[in-house]
C-alpha cells in the first residue's frame, strides 16, 4: 500500500471550511483514497473515498488531484462535533484481497469557537 | 441495525490471566477484522477473517487467538495477560470482495492488564 503523510494537528474555527491535505506520491493506479476519521475514545468512522474524480457526499467532499499524488478533505463547515484526528489511507479495493486499513497517525483537527 | 457491537466496554485483568473480548456484527459481513490503539498511536491490525472458518494474522498477532465459526461473531482472546497488552481493541466489518470496502467499527475495548 501507499505511504501517505498528513500534517499531525490543524485549527479551523467553526463555521468555516477545514481542509485536509494528505500526500500519496507513491499510489498506484488501482488504490482508492479513503478518510476516515476518531472522535475522542470512539471507534474509526468512515468519511469518504475516491479514486480519481472528486466526490461529495452528506459529511465531505474530497478533492483528487489530477496526478493523484495528493488529496484533499473538505469539511464546509466544520463545528466543535468535527474535532477528531482525520486519517487518510491508500488501499486498494476488493478484488479478493483483505480489507487492511493501515492507519498512520493521522491529522488532529481542533474545531474552536 | 446495531452494526458493530463489542463487549465488554471496559475490563481490567492480571498479569496472566485470560479473557475473550467480544465481537458481533449484524450486516453479513464477510470480513472482520480486529486492531489495538495505544496512546497517540494510530491503529495496528491483529487478526482478521474473510470468512467462517478463515482467520490470519495481521502486523501484531503475537498473544492473541482468533477463531470464526460463524458469520457473526469474532471473537479475540488473550490467553495469558501481559501488561504489554494494556491497549483499546476495536473490531470492524466490511463486506469483501465486492469492489471498494467500507469498514464499520466497534466502540472499542478498553483493557488494562496490571
Known amino acids: 500500500d501507499a505511504k501517505t503523510t498528513q500534517p499531525p494537528s490543524m485549527d479551523c474555527a467553526e463555521g468555516r471550511a477545514a481542509n485536509l491535505p494528505c500526500n500519496h506520491s507513491t499510489i498506484s493506479g488501482n488504490e482508492y483514497v479513503y478518510w476516515y476519521r476518531q472522535i475522542h475514545s470512539q471507534g474509526p468512522q468512515y468519511i469518504i473515498h475516491?479514486?480519481?474524480n472528486n466526490e461529495t457526499n452528506e459529511m465531505a467532499s474530497l478533492i483528487i488531484t489530477e496526478d493523484r499524488k495528493s488529496s484533499t478533505l473538505i469539511l464546509p463547515h466544520a463545528t466543535l462535533r468535527d474535532t477528531a484526528v482525520y486519517y487518510c489511507i491508500v488501499r486498494v479495493a476488493g478484488t479478493g484481497t483483505a480489507s487492511k486499513l493501515t492507519f498512520g497517525t493521522g491529522t488532529r483537527l481542533q474545531v474552536t469557537l | 441495525n446495531a452494526g458493530v457491537t463489542q463487549t465488554p466496554k471496559f475490563q481490567v485483568l492480571k498479569t496472566g490471566q485470560s479473557m475473550t473480548l467480544q465481537c458481533a456484527q449484524d450486516?453479513?459481513?464477510?470480513?472482520m477484522s480486529w486492531y489495538r490503539q495505544d496512546p497517540g498511536m494510530g491503529l495496528r491490525l491483529i487478526h482478521y477473517?474473510?470468512?467462517?472458518?478463515i482467520t490470519d494474522q495481521g502486523e501484531v498477532p503475537n498473544g492473541y487467538n482468533v477463531s470464526r465459526s460463524t458469520t457473526e461473531d469474532f471473537p479475540l482472546r488473550l490467553l495469558s495477560a501481559a501488561p504489554s497488552q494494556t491497549s483499546v481493541y476495536f473490531c470492524a466489518s466490511s463486506p469483501w470482495g465486492q469492489g471498494e470496502n467500507i469498514q464499520y467499527f466497534g466502540a472499542g475495548t478498553r483493557l488494562s492488564v496490571l
Open positions: 475516491g479514486l480519481k
Open positions: 477473517s474473510v470468512g467462517a472458518g
Open positions: 450486516m453479513n459481513h464477510e470480513y
